[in-house]
């Protein structure tokens, strides 16, 4: 059976309905999945970011910061159900990542709160460049995220708009093993088709 390895940034929108989508999909195929940590603040250092990006690269620090802390303390186990509880108050609710917030999420996946320090250590910035750089070894190139790798043959993507529904999401996740099977399978992409919507 194929081991999947999802790599997003808690930040990214597009990564959250591909996440929900895989592993709604995985668990019923029984298809092992494991989410990991990739940076977008460490992909875009040193790039002129737009003026209404730096919000988001700001927050990608921030959080990245906070997610290696979380793993480094738990493993990487740790890494879904702190997204879970994190991205649901980022992209469902649309709420601030004020302190009680994070502190309600790492008190929900029975992380101590005094990790919510980790959000402006700095010392952690080194775990969250590791991280990402594996995510870059994994594609073998440089992608945002969120990045797919199945039996460590890795892709940029899949990108979805929307959730599909529980049957068309096995169907998609079939596929996506399927090409991932085929060495020669290279790239399979659309044009953009604007941002995700994001179901409660």
Same mark, same amino acid.
């Given at each position: ?62 959080? &990245? #910061?906070? @997610?290696?802390?979380? $793993?480094?303390? +738990?493993?990487? /186990? %740790?890494?879904? !159900? ?69 039996? &460590? #043959?890795? @892709?940029?993507?899949? $990108?979805?708009? +929307?959730?599909? /529904? %529980?049957?068309? !999401? ?31």
């Amino acid at each position: 059976m194929a081991a999947v390895d999802l790599y997003l940034d808690p930040v990214c929108p597009f990564s959250w309905v591909t996440a929900h989508w895989l592993l709604d999909a995985a668990q019923s195929t029984q298809t092992p999945v494991t989410l990991r940590q990739m940076s977008l603040a460490v992909l875009n250092e040193g790039k002129d970011a737009h003026a209404e990006q730096q919000p988001m690269m700001e927050r990608s620090t921030r959080l &990245g #910061r906070l @997610f290696a802390a979380a $793993v480094d303390e +738990r493993g990487t /186990d %740790a890494f879904a !159900g702190l997204y879970e509880s994190v991205g649901r108050r980022l992209h469902v609710r649309g709420e601030d990542l004020t302190d009680a917030a994070i502190h309600e999420a790492l008190t929900e996946n029975g992380l101590p709160e005094t990790l919510a320090g980790a959000l402006d250590d700095r010392g952690f910035d080194e775990a969250v460049r590791r991280a990402h750089q594996a995510s870059q070894d994994a594609l073998g190139d440089e992608a945002g995220s969120p990045i797919i790798a199945i039996d &460590g #043959r890795a @892709f940029s993507g899949p $990108v979805l708009t +929307r959730s599909p /529904d %529980a049957k068309d !999401g096995v169907r998609l996740l079939d596929a996506v093993l399927a090409m991932a099977a085929v060495p020669e399978f290279a790239a399979l992409q659309r044009p953009y088709q604007g941002p995700p919507t994001i179901e409660g």
